[in-house]
């Protein structure tokens, strides 16, 4: 996937100016840059939310895509089993997402309304929500915001393990988010107006 010279303003304020970075496929690479910098409004132009006001990005496939935003975006009234199975095929078995949630989920928060849950748990069942969509790119904004250290690591493995080959693009501004992903860093600063940014 390759972004080149991504522009997108509102009004006065250039929140992106000619980003330009390349992403091959298969790999796991974090975005990294301070909140505020343009990470988010970055994917919304890639998931074709926003249009950029200059440059491309190509070899994205249109309903290949899958995305964790900062909002959970969960239905309320449903279970976290329930708003997993929203995205997946109607052969998708129950009992298969229901596993796959207890793999970061107490078993049982899995049957109450999500509008029930603590904003830890309902951060992990959009992030398993994202991971189980089946796409070719799984992008996660600051996925791991408000999870304490031990959750944190256990939700990284979780989404290592069920990455499948996939090319996983995070946005963060810890490095400990990196490290612990083992992820190219992608300096979004960096690659703007010309530069390279990768390390």
């Not at 975005?31 to 200059?54: I, W």
């Not at 398993?128 to 791991?144: C, G, H, I, N, Y």
């Not at 600063?189 to 390390?199: C, I, M």
């Amino acid at each position: 996937m390759e972004f080149d010279g991504v522009c997108k303003a509102y009004g006065a304020n250039e929140v992106l100016r000619r980003a330009t970075f390349t992403l091959p496929g298969g790999g796991v690479r974090c975005l990294m840059a301070p909140s505020g910098s343009g990470k988010t409004t970055l994917f919304r132009v890639l998931l074709g939310l926003e249009r950029a006001d200059a440059g491309q990005i190509r070899g994205v496939s249109p309903g290949r895509i899958s995305m964790m935003f900062q909002e959970d975006r969960l239905c309320e009234t449903l279970t976290p089993v329930e708003n997993v199975a929203l995205v997946l095929p109607p052969s998708a078995r129950r009992a298969d997402v229901r596993d796959l949630l207890a793999e970061i989920l107490p078993p049982d928060c899995l049957n109450q309304p999500a509008m029930e849950l603590s904003g830890g748990m309902r951060r992990r069942v959009s992030l398993a929500r994202a991971v189980a969509f089946p796409s070719d790119l799984v992008v996660l904004d600051e996925p791991f915001t408000g999870l304490d250290q031990a959750t944190k690591e256990k939700v990284i493995a979780f989404t290592l393990r069920h990455r499948a080959g996939r090319t996983l693009l995070v946005a963060t501004h810890g490095e400990d988010d990196a490290r612990l992903l083992g992820a190219e860093r992608i300096n979004l600063v960096d690659v703007q107006d010309g530069g390279v940014g990768t390390a």
